[in-house]
């Protein structure tokens, strides 16, 4: 079922049956593509709401979210009202090696889609369920968006304890919802690693609500790993409103004395070493009681060179550094060219498209050029049978 080793793609044969729609799950279906999985997204008469982004796109239900989630699969439309759409759909089931949605369970258990009416025709399928929360607690069965669970798991609350501005805020990233499909893709992996040596299907349940709180609370748990507490949650070092990109003549830098006795020499480079060679900070407590003090005096120093001078004066002693980019740079990088992060294809009715390729690399594989996201629709012919 799945080759590796001899360059071909690991996830090839695999097929995977996609019902899911919007980040999370279609995050966990584009990774299992870019490996080389067949992903068939099944999509209701209007399709998958993402398709219809704030930006303007070309083609109506190709805007740029959607596209950067859903390269590579095959868009089938489905609607499961109908019997005979549901006829396709049970076919397309026993065939499949996972089924991956994030439909609630009682309309999906009306649809007669549940796990044990699929199991009962592919015994061996890896059903995942794609869910807000976790079916066990008193949140289970609530709907959740990336705002629900960000506010849910307290992220809104670090902003304020960073800036001091008490307004709960959200993270200016889908950064739940990403971190969940994450979650959903390594299940989904383990959940297939598992037949392989057992034969067996199961079904995998994928809260997002727990995936984000694990992901947030590894630091921030914090002091509340102990019982009793020895201190609040809230990872100080990330919260610290001082370590923050300095400014500099022409822009921004990230500087990281991340040791405490690289905060001294961080500050003699940038050129008071008055300061640094205090008697004080011969002692790693010293440096530790004034870390909030030498930040300050870093940002009062860096804007007296560019930031490409500071880094000539930095980097040949292994200071932490890089210049502090806009987002609208990125894609220029010169480090994300020479390894080919981004990659320009054409795409069939939205021309020239910049994407970004699967990040890792292996010496059995060599990625492959990233396929298409679908048009609505594109490929239900395949799956219709007369």
């Not at 800036?163 to 299940?187: C, E, N, Q, T």
């Not at 009681?289 to 004066?313: H, I, S």
């Not at 298409?372 to 594109?378: N, Q, T, V």
Request: hydrophobic share 40%.
């Amino acid at each position: 079922m799945i080759a590796g080793g001899d360059g071909r793609p690991m996830f090839e044969g695999l097929k995977v049956v996609d019902m899911t729609s919007v980040v999370f799950g279609p995050y966990a279906t584009q990774i299992l593509a870019d490996f080389g999985a067949e992903v068939i997204k099944v999509e209701g008469p209007t399709g998958d709401a993402y398709r219809y982004g704030a930006k303007p796109a070309k083609t109506a239900g190709m805007g740029p979210g959607f596209i950067a989630l859903n390269r590579g699969k095959k868009s089938v439309v489905l609607d499961l009202k109908d019997e005979a759409d549901k006829a396709v759909m049970r076919s397309l089931l026993a065939e499949a090696d996972v089924f991956i949605h994030n439909v609630r369970a009682e309309p999906v258990e009306r649809l007669g889609f549940g796990y044990e009416a699929v199991r009962a025709l592919n015994p061996g399928i890896i059903y995942v369920h794609c869910v807000g929360f976790g079916s066990g607690g008193p949140y289970g069965g609530l709907q959740a968006y990336d705002d629900v669970i960000q506010a849910a798991t307290g992220t809104a609350s670090l902003l304020p304890r960073v800036d001091g501005d008490p307004r709960y805020r959200y993270l200016p990233s889908l950064i739940a919802d990403k971190v969940a499909g994450l979650h959903a893709a390594y299940a989904t992996m383990a959940a297939i690693v598992h037949r392989l040596r057992t034969g067996e299907g199961q079904f995998v349940e994928m809260p997002m609500f727990e995936s984000f709180t694990s992901f947030m609370m590894k630091e921030h748990l914090d002091g509340m790993t102990f019982d009793p507490p020895n201190a609040a949650a809230g990872y100080a070092r990330q919260v610290d409103p001082d370590r923050q990109p300095f400014p500099t003549k022409d822009g921004w830098i990230s500087i990281v004395p991340y040791t405490l006795p690289q905060f001294p020499k961080v500050v003699a480079l940038l050129g008071d070493p008055e300061l640094a060679g205090e008697e004080r900070f011969g002692d790693l407590r010293g440096i530790a009681a004034a870390t909030a003090e030498l930040y300050r005096r870093m940002a009062q120093l860096t804007p007296a060179k560019t930031t490409a001078e500071w880094l000539d004066v930095l980097r040949p002693h292994n200071v932490p550094c890089m210049p502090a980019t806009d987002i609208d740079d990125v894609p220029g990088d010169p480090h994300l060219a020479a390894v080919g992060f981004f990659e320009m294809s054409e795409h069939p009715s939205e021309g020239l498209l910049r994407q970004m390729r699967e990040p890792s690399s292996f010496t059995g594989w060599s990625a492959r050029s990233l396929g298409h996201a679908p048009l609505l629709g594109e490929h239900t012919g395949e799956f219709r049978k007369g």
